[in-house]
């Protein structure tokens, strides 16, 4: 698969490695590419699927109404949450520092450039807490 995107008037080429067609492609692209130009090789990030299904989650969660640390949280909110408790569920760093105006900060992994076998294990991690909080909900 090939995509063509221009940005400011600069053609982007993004090649996924599918099958040989494409990554003959992507090797004459690179051998015609100017001086300067540069080369990314990395991991297909999550799915736009997986995306929406953790956001929904999230939502899922605040329409719960649970309140944590207090008072009830948005969907952004649960997202912040939902990240940082999976990060040190899978002995992933995770960070608390102080900001600019001395407040704390959670320095956390964005979801965005997340692998998909990542992206997987996220939404499995939210959907045991969403069962979870169901259930004591309930209760």
């Known amino acids: 698969m090939v995509w063509y995107v221009f940005v400011e008037n600069l053609l982007i080429m993004k090649f996924i490695l599918i099958n040989d067609s494409v990554r003959q492609r992507a090797i004459e692209a690179i051998k015609t ?3 300067g130009y540069q080369v990314v090789i990395k991991q297909n990030t999550r799915s736009n699927d997986q995306s ?3 956001h929904a989650i999230c939502g899922d969660l ?3 109404g649970l309140e944590w640390a207090g008072k009830k949280r ?3 909110e649960w997202k912040v949450l939902l990240v940082s408790g999976h990060a040190v569920a899978t002995k992933h760093e995770a960070e608390v520092i102080e900001g600019l105006e001395g407040e704390l900060v959670s320095i956390r992994e964005s979801t965005a450039s ?3 076998a990542r992206s997987s294990s996220l939404i499995e991690y939210s959907l045991a807490i969403y069962e979870t909080l169901k259930t004591v909900k309930e209760n």
Do not use: G, N
């Open 62 to 64: 605040a329409k719960l």
């Open 114 to 116: 997340m692998s998909k």
């Open 33 to 35: 590419a100017p001086e």
């Open 74 to 76: 948005t969907p952004e």
């Open 52 to 54: 929406s299904k953790f």
